[in-house]
């Protein structure tokens, strides 16, 4: 079971700093969407790239974190009922869970997302809206996000087993670290705090 915990930690380790990352995509989404705003008002331009590059913006914001969320258990889920068994049984359901669900289904996304991606990317395919974006890097997302997704399945699947065994803690129990969006806070505070020193050094 120890090489495959250290696969684990590998896995968590990759998707912790992809997502740690990919937070940033949703500021420059938002960035983009208000200058493309004032510039619409401002001088009656716009074009369809500053909304198609919104959306790839979002699309990976979504599918690249979708490992990262799964590591952090932030998924949506139903806790009603589950809440009401024991942690062995609640273990026991994710494994379940993972095993017949969530890794198929990522098997079954990758195999058709794909050839699909692949074939925009040999054609070299363009969006039909006039003064669109090259659309392979947006469809390429499908399948490089639920590859995370998958290899991160695996993991919960391997610490789920792993604790069965008593070989480590409770891996869906919540850790005191800062959230994304704290993280994510805090770092446009010291960014701003830093251009205000250099401002007034200046």
């Given amino acids: 079971m120890s090489p495959l915990l250290a696969l684990s930690r590998l896995i968590d380790g990759m998707n912790r700093r992809i997502g740690q990352w990919v937070i940033w995509l949703i500021l420059a989404s938002t960035v983009i969407s208000a200058v ?13 790239a500053f909304l198609e590059v919104q959306w790839y913006l979002f699309a990976g914001s979504f599918l690249l974190a979708a490992g990262y969320t799964l590591l952090n258990n932030e998924h949506v889920r139903i806790d009603v009922v589950i809440s ?22 990522c098997v079954v996304v990758l195999y058709y997302s794909l050839p699909f991606f692949l074939q925009a990317w040999r054609s070299n395919e363009m969006s039909s809206n006039a003064g669109g974006l090259i659309l ?9 996000g639920f590859a995370l997704l998958l290899l991160q399945g695996v ?12 070989l480590i803690e409770d891996p869906t129990k919540k850790s005191e670290a800062p959230s994304a969006e704290q993280e994510l ?5 010291r960014l701003a705090e ?3 020193n250099e401002n007034k050094k200046a």
Wanted: charged letters at 20%; proline letters at 5%; aromatic letters at 16%.
């Fill in 36 to 48: 493309n705003a004032v510039i619409r008002k401002a001088f009656n331009f716009s074009s369809n």
């Fill in 155 to 166: 993991s919960e699947l391997i610490k789920r087993l792993a604790f069965l065994q008593g």
């Fill in 136 to 144: 392979w890097p947006v469809y390429m997302l499908m399948p490089l």
């Fill in 84 to 105: 009401r068994f024991s942690k062995r049984t609640q273990t026991w359901i994710d494994v379940f869970g993972f095993a017949v669900f969530l890794l198929p289904l």
């Fill in 194 to 196: 830093t251009e205000k």
């Fill in 185 to 189: 806070a805090e770092a446009i505070r």
